[in-house]
C-alpha cells in the first residue's frame, strides 16, 4: 500500500535533531527488521562514531511524522602508498515508511546527502552497499566488481597445525584489542578503512565478528599476524573472513592454519574452504599452485562516488578493489 500525498500537507526535508535520533532509531529498525539490536545506535554513539556531525542524519517529514532517512557514515580511507587520508562518506540505512515509498523522498534525501558531501570541503568520495543499482546510479554512484568469495579446493593438509590456540573475539578484545588494530594498521592493503580509534574498532569490527561467532588466531613468533574465521559452528557457512600479515611466509601460514581449523571442525567431510577476499602477498596463480584449484565470486553490490578526487585517483582506488588488492572486509560493511 502507497499512502498518496495530501497537498494541504507539505514534506520538509531537514537533519535529525539531537532528540529526534530515537525517531530515526525507530525508523530503521521498522524498515530493516533482520537487523540485530544495537546496530543502528552505533551510528549516533560517541565511542562509535566519534566524528558524526550535525546533518550527517537527513530526514524527510510529512505531515510532522518522520518517514523517511538517510545516514551518511564518516571514514576514513587510507592509501598505503602515498599514506593519504581520504574521508569517505558512507550512505547508510537508507530508509523509508513502507506507506510512503515510491513518492521520491529517499531520492531527495540522497541528493541533500550528495549536496552535504560537495559542499564539505573535508569528503572525497562516497561509497555504499545495495541491491538496488539503479536507484543510486542516476545519482552518480558506480557499481564495483570486486572478488568476493575465494573457494579452494585445499590439497595439503597438515594435521600437526590444527591443535593451535584459538580464542573467541570476545576474549580477544579483554587483552589484545589494541595488538589486533596495531597490527591491521601496520600491513595495511592497497587502500583500507581506518578502525581507529579503539573504540571505533570495537563498536564496529568487534560488534561484527562478536555478532558471527567469530574466533581468531593471533600469530605470535619473530612476527606477528593474525586470521580470523567467522561462523565457526556453522559447518555449511564457515569462512575466513579476515586476515592480516606482514608477509608472505606469515599470510601462507596463517591461511593454512585456518584452513586446518576450518577441515577440523568440518569433521574432515570436505576439503572445500571459503575465503573472504584474496591473498595480500600472492597472485590468483600463486595461490591455486600453493593451495589447490580456486572458484572466485565477485561482489557487485558495493557503489562508489567521486566527491572531489582527480579522476586518476578514484580510477585508482576502484582498480584496487576490482582486482583484490584492497579489500572490503565484512566487518568494514556498513
Not at 518522520?66 to 537508507?94: E, M, P, T, W
Request: glycine residues 4%; proline residues 3%; aromatic residues 14%.
Amino acid at each position: 500500500m502507497t499512502c498518496n500525498i495530501n497537498e494541504n500537507f507539505s514534506v520538509v526535508y531537514r537533519p535529525i535533531e539531537k532528540d529526534e535520533q530515537d525517531k530515526a532509531l525507530n525508523l530503521w529498525y521498522s524498515v530493516f527488521e533482520t537487523h540485530n539490536p544495537g546496530c543502528f545506535e552505533r551510528d549516533f554513539n560517541s565511542e562509535a562514531a566519534p566524528t558524526y556531525q550535525y546533518g550527517d542524519t537527513i530526514g524527510a517529514w510529512y505531515d510532522g511524522q518522520l518517514v523517511s532517512a538517510v545516514h551518511i557514515r564518516r571514514f576514513i580511507l587510507q592509501s598505503r602508498d602515498d599514506g593519504i587520508k581520504y574521508l569517505c562518506g558512507g550512505i547508510s540505512n537508507v530508509a523509508t515508511l513502507q506507506n510512503y515509498r515510491n513518492q521520491g523522498f529517499s531520492r531527495h534525501l540522497l541528493r541533500l546527502a550528495i549536496k552535504r558531501m560537495e559542499q564539505n570541503d573535508e569528503f572525497s568520495l562516497s561509497i555504499l552497499g545495495t541491491g538496488q543499482y539503479n536507484h543510486y546510479s542516476v545519482l552518480g554512484w558506480e557499481q564495483m566488481n570486486t572478488p568476493h568469495r575465494i573457494t579452494i579446493e585445499w590439497k595439503n593438509f597438515d594435521s600437526t597445525m590444527n591443535k593451535m590456540k584459538w580464542c573467541s573475539t570476545s576474549e580477544i578484545f579483554s587483552s589484545d584489542k589494541e595488538l589486533i588494530l596495531a597490527l591491521h594498521t601496520k600491513n595495511p592493503r592497497e587502500y583500507q578503512f581506518d578502525r581507529s580509534p579503539s573504540s571505533v574498532f570495537e563498536h564496529f569490527v568487534g560488534w561484527n565478528w562478536q555478532l558471527n561467532e567469530a574466533i581468531i588466531y593471533i600469530y605470535r613468533e619473530e612476527e606477528f599476524g593474525y586470521v580470523v574465521i567467522s561462523k565457526p559452528n556453522n559447518i555449511n557457512d564457515i569462512y575466513v573472513s579476515e586476515w592480516r600479515a606482514p608477509n608472505i611466509d606469515v599470510e601462507r601460514k596463517l591461511l593454512k592454519i585456518a584452513a586446518e581449523e576450518i577441515y577440523r571442525r568440518q569433521e574432515q567431510q570436505t576439503n572445500i574452504i571459503r575465503f573472504h577476499g584474496l591473498p595480500q602477498y600472492m597472485t590468483i596463480d600463486e595461490l591455486e599452485q600453493w593451495a589447490g584449484k580456486i572458484k572466485i565470486d565477485y561482489n557487485v553490490n558495493m557503489m562508489i562516488r567521486n566527491i572531489r578526487l582527480l579522476k586518476k585517483t578514484i580510477d585508482k582506488i576502484i582498480t584496487a578493489y576490482s582486482k583484490g588488492s584492497a579489500t572490503f572486509w565484512p566487518a568494514d560493511i556498513f
